[in-house]
């Protein structure tokens, strides 16, 4: 059994929460956003820091927030990611989006996700603490739809929206979805008032064969999963994780104020942007240890039969429950 993970010189891809700053205050938000965080980069900090991912040649950046289009110097940073040869995708709430910055900004990237946690109006807008938000993101995909550019979602699953997934898919083809991407939901942040909501291991599993009969029956629209236990099921035909998690091991997360961590889903710091090179970081930083060395791991993850396949599941989940992210996932059905 092979446990110590090879990683490359630098991570193939970075996702970069680039301001807290939302215009929402969603129930289920792990980074409790809503007010910007005093120590947030500046543009030419992300800039050195873009200097540094193109030096290095990483392939794409997955720009969040926070609601990235409430900054206002936004644009201004990706354009530079894009002179400098960098792919860069965003994730958006949608509530922003206007004609304007369809033609003028938005076709330049190479993919734009909304978040949208209902084909049910109430629903959304309810989880979204905001009425007419549902109209407006569903309003942003179909401009960007009709413009040729490449439009993903983003649906946190939970028990308020587990009962209604095979018609949301169905909703989301008949927008003209590229690519439907299922985040679980997280018990961190603001999420943790809503824990309660978070589906058990076997409710998990059985979302996952759920989502391959829907694979089934739109087989041009992908769907993507960040379930490590995947493998526990079989060759499944979603484009899910097939196993070992990329966080730690070829990307990493950068928060808005440089601080650096294995995944989004872990908010906190192993080094930070402003005191070392990216590269140093990912080289040294204590928690990425974890992230490549199953030896370190505990409880019934390191003597899984299926390591190897599963790579150790999330290390995230046992973080966030019991504040060990070297300790077993309790959220693996097996």
Not at 221 to 231: K, L, Q, S
């Amino acid at each position: 059994m092979n446990k110590e993970i090879k990683y490359p010189k630098f991570p193939y891809v970075v996702g970069w929460s680039i301001t807290n700053k939302c215009n929402l205050q969603c129930v289920h938000c792990n980074m409790d956003s809503g007010c910007a965080w005093e120590d947030e980069l500046i543009t030419s900090e992300c800039k050195s820091v873009i200097d540094e991912l193109a030096d290095n040649k990483v392939k794409a950046i997955l720009m969040t927030g926070g609601e990235p289009l409430l900054r206002s110097d936004f644009f201004e940073v990706c354009d530079y990611a894009f002179q400098k040869g960098i792919n860069v995708s965003v994730t958006t709430n949608g509530t922003l989006i206007t004609d304007k910055l369809v033609n003028e900004q938005l076709w330049k990237f190479q993919s734009v996700r909304i978040s949208l946690d209902s084909h049910i109006r109430e629903k959304h807008d309810s989880w979204r603490k905001s009425e007419g938000t549902f109209d407006k993101a569903v309003s942003a995909i179909s401009k960007m739809s009709q413009r040729g550019i490449n439009v993903a979602v983003s649906t946190c699953v939970s028990h308020n929206n587990i009962e209604e997934i095979e018609k949301m898919a169905d909703f989301l083809v008949s927008l003209g979805v590229s690519r439907w991407c299922l985040p679980l939901l997280s018990p961190d942040g603001r999420g943790k008032n809503i824990k309660s909501l978070s589906l058990q291991p076997d409710e998990i599993k059985a979302f996952v064969y759920k989502l391959d009969d829907i694979q089934k029956k739109y087989t041009d629209f992908e769907i993507g999963i960040d379930i490590p236990y995947v493998v526990l099921c079989g060759d499944f035909r979603i484009n899910g994780m097939k196993g070992n998690c990329p966080a730690g091991v070829s990307e990493l997360t950068i928060f808005a104020n440089g601080d650096v961590s294995p995944c989004f889903a872990m908010v906190t710091s192993t080094g930070n942007v402003r005191k070392s090179l990216l590269e140093d970081i990912w080289k040294n930083g204590e928690l990425f240890h974890g992230f490549r060395n199953r030896n370190l791991l505990k409880g019934k993850c390191k003597i899984c039969s299926h390591l190897d396949e599963c790579g150790g599941g999330c290390r995230a989940n046992p973080y966030i429950i019991n504040g060990d992210y070297l300790g077993e996932d309790t959220v693996c059905w097996r």
